[in-house]
Structure formats: C-alpha cells, structure tokens
C-alpha cells in the first residue's frame, strides 16, 4: 500500500493560524505584540531566502519584525553589541542569528550571547541542558516541527522504536532528546554506525538527519514505518537543479506507512515552529499562559 504523505506544508499553515489567533489574543487582552529580531551575517542566498520568509511569516502573524543585515566581514564584537542591544530590547521577545555564519566568527560564542529567554532557535548552552534534563527549554525549531507532524499523525509516540540518523546540535540530538520525552526508545546512528541498514530497519521511526542527497534506500525501512526526511539537499539530475532529501523518496514511500516529502515536509514547519516558541517566549516574558499544542 502507499504511503500517506504527510503535507508539511498544509500543516505549517495551520500552526502559523493558531499563532496568529494567539498573537492577536495577546494584542487585545494584554496590549501585548511578540517581536522577532533575526540577524544575518554576510548573503549566502539560501540564508537570505529563508530570511525574508521569517520576516514576511512573523508580519503575516501579526508579530514585530526586526532584521539585522551585517556585511560578511562584520567582527566578532560588532555582532556581539547588536545582540547585546537586542537583549535589553523590552520589545523583542526572539533573537536569532542566521546560521551558517561566516568562518571567522565563533558560532558557539555568538549563539550563547543571546539572552536564552530569547534564545527562539533553541541552540543556547542552557536550552541545549534544560532539554536534555527534560526542563522548559526553548526548542530548536525542526525538531519541534518533526515532533509536532509525528505527534499529530500517531497520537503517542510512547513505546516505539525510533532511530535518528545525524547527530548534529542543530536537529540530531534535540530530536533524540524529544523522542525520548514522548517514551520512545531511541538510537543515534551516525557516519560510524555499524550496518546502519539493521539499525534502521529496526525503527517504526526513521528521522533522517544527515544531509547526503538520497542515503536511506527504501530496502532499509521496516514495512509500515514512518519516515521523517530532514534533508535539504540541492542536486543536480539530468542537466536539472533539484532538492532531493536525505531518504530516496520513491523506494521509501514503497515501504513506509507515512513519509515526508522534500520539498513541502519538514522545512515548512522550521519556520512556523520558530514563529510559535517567539510567542511562548513572548508568554513566558510576561508570565502569561504558553499556548497549546504550539510547545514541547
Ligand atoms: N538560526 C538558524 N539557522 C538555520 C536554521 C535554523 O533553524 N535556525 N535552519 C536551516 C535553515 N532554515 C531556517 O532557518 C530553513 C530551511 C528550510 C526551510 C524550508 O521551508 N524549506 C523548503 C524548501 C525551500 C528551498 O527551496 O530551499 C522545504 O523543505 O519545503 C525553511 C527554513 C539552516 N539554518
């Protein structure tokens, strides 16, 4: 039987719905406007791509949109007095910096400059801690979104299998760390594992986290697994651009019971995701009830 397709896409839709239906709550009970304030570094073009949809998505919210357009060469303390700045602004409840950044500034150090009550991408050292402690934190926003579609399309997650393949700080291990929240019985595979194809064949679900264009064939995928591609990958095929993900679609599709396309699955959720932890952050500032459904 084919796989359901689970529509990233329509799903994102609806969260940033809610978030706007809460945003404007906000605005009439409590006077109250979530700001996002997103710094970028230099003019990698997906970064500015993705840019421009996080400030026109939070406008589209009803959210304050901030944006920070720094030359490549900005230093280490020029990027470090805007984020200062932008934590002791009361009018802005989220900071991030657009990632990659260049090579001569230390990501760890700008990332953990941020004010983590701010922190809306969920990289900070304290978010990172609390997540792992299974504290309120700020979560980064892909998992969150993998969470949200895997939540909404299962009901519990407790008790199942599930194997993430990547480890980085970014998707890999937050991902890891919300399955184990939700009960699942987790396993990181990574570039080292040992018959990778086994581990993964063991998984009702798969997250696939690596970005290697197409890694996973569907002859890994246990019969009626759910398959969660991360992948964004840019390739090209018979003289044409495309973006593939880190599963090959077709035979995982074969096999799967529900899997996410790419483009139209994960990536979508990335960005409503960080527009609904800019409203928890903008609650949580003002000691107000988070919303629901749109957190950990
Ligand atoms: N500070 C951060 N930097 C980066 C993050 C992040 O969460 N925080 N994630 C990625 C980039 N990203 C958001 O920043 C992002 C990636 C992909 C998508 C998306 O909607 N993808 C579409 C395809 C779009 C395309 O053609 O490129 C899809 O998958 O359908 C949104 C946001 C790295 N940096």
Same mark, same amino acid.
């Given at each position: ?182 009960? +699942? ?66 035979? +995982? ?44």
């Amino acid at each position: 039987m084919a796989a359901d397709v689970i529509d990233g896409k329509a799903f994102a839709a609806k969260v940033r719905g809610q978030v706007a239906e809460h945003v404007a709550a906000l605005k009439e009970a409590h006077d109250l406007q979530p700001g996002l304030a997103v710094v970028l570094v230099g003019s990698d073009p997906a970064s500015e791509v993705y840019v421009r949809s996080k400030g026109k998505m939070t406008v589209e919210v009803g959210m304050k949109s901030v944006e920070h357009r720094l030359e490549a060469d900005t230093s280490e303390a020029d990027l470090l007095a805007v984020i200062d700045q932008l934590n002791n602004d009361p009018t802005i409840h989220g900071i991030l910096c657009q990632l990659p950044l260049p090579g001569h500034l230390d990501e760890d150090l700008v990332i953990n400059s941020i004010d983590p009550a701010k922190d809306v991408d969920g990289f900070h050292i304290s978010n990172v801690g609390l997540l792992g402690t299974g504290q309120k934190a700020m979560v980064p926003c892909t998992p969150l979104g993998c969470l949200m579609m895997l939540r909404d399309y299962h009901g519990s997650l407790s008790g199942m299998d599930a194997v993430v393949i990547g480890r980085s700080n970014i998707v890999g291990k937050p991902m890891a760390n919300l399955l184990l929240g939700d009960s +699942c019985t987790v396993t990181i595979a990574h570039s080292r594992t040992k018959d990778l194809a086994e581990v993964v064949g063991r998984a009702d679900i798969v997250v696939a986290a690596v970005g290697r264009p197409e890694m996973v064939p569907g002859d890994w995928i246990k019969e009626g697994a759910t398959v969660i591609d991360v992948g964004i990958n840019r390739i090209e095929r018979d003289g044409k651009k495309k973006l593939v993900g880190d599963v090959d679609y077709d035979s +995982c599709a074969a096999r799967a019971g529900a899997i996410t396309p790419v483009p139209g699955g994960v990536g979508p959720m990335t960005i409503a995701c960080l527009l609904a932890n800019t409203l928890t952050a903008a609650c949580r500032a003002n000691n107000l009830p988070e919303p629901k459904g749109l957190t950990a």
